[in-house]
């Protein structure tokens, strides 16, 4: 298993334009994520969904989109990205959708690293 | 919202020592998780573990939940031990989110 990949691993984008980061799991989880992590911070989620077909939002939406056609892929999309996104971000997914299930343990990706200019 | 807090916020070592960090919230939590991110960025999982004690070679940790808090014991430090040491909880019902502290640093000096 190649388990949580997620491209590209570096970005430079300039404010307004868009972009997609891609994240896909091999694993056959059913939840997959998207957080963000800011200098000196901990980790942010924007984005969830508990199955293909099925997402909600996080703590900080605002700025991003989501999609989950498959149970493998779960991209987030910037619609005009501004300075503000510049951040690291990181797909994670489980096999359990639910916080009261076995078997929720939540697993990262290596990360992509966004500077918005 | 949930809050969580890590400390010490940073912590420096000598190769060998011993330390212990602690992790705080503020409800109740079904699970708690431990990671390290080290100096290339990557989360590394360390531990799934909603109560009691758990060891997995010179780390362990214990989480009480009943009083809130989880602790992560490293024995022997090593310089690779190094990086950032996060605590993350998910609530007792919904979905599978996990809400992050906002770690520890530790430095391991030679």
């Known amino acids: 298993n190649a388990g949580v990949t997620q491209t590209p691993k570096f970005q430079v984008l300039k404010t307004g334009q868009s972009m997609t980061l891609q994240c896909a799991q091999d694993m056959n989880h059913e939840y997959m994520s998207w957080y963000r992590q800011d200098p000196g911070m901990g980790l942010r989620l924007i984005h969830y969904s508990v199955g293909a077909g099925i997402t909600d939002q996080g703590e900080v939406p605002n700025g991003y989109n989501v999609s989950r056609s498959t149970t493998e892929d779960f991209p987030l999309r910037l619609l005009s990205a501004a300075p503000s996104q510049t951040s690291v971000y990181f797909c994670?997914?489980?096999?359990?959708?639910?916080?009261?299930?076995?078997?929720?343990?939540?697993?990262f990706g290596p990360g992509t690293r966004l500077t918005v200019l | 919202g949930i809050q969580v807090e890590q400390s010490p916020p940073d912590l420096i070592l000598q190769e060998g020592a011993n330390s212990t960090l602690r992790c705080n919230f503020s409800?109740?939590?079904?699970?708690l998780q431990w990671f390290h991110q080290n100096p290339w960025g990557q989360l590394i999982n360390l531990f799934y573990?909603?109560?009691g004690t758990k060891q997995n070679g010179r780390l362990s940790a214990t989480t009480v939940a009943t009083e809130r808090y989880s602790l992560l014991y490293i024995s022997s430090s090593q310089t690779t031990d190094s990086g950032v040491y996060f605590c993350?909880?998910?609530?007792?019902?919904?979905?599978?989110?996990?809400?992050f502290g906002t770690g520890t640093r530790l430095t391991v000096i030679p």
């Open positions: 409800d109740s939590v079904n699970n």
């Open positions: 573990i909603p109560s």
């Open positions: 994670a997914s489980s096999y359990a959708w639910a916080a009261g299930q076995y078997n929720n343990e939540q697993f």
């Open positions: 993350a909880v998910r609530l007792e019902t919904g979905a599978n989110n996990l809400f």
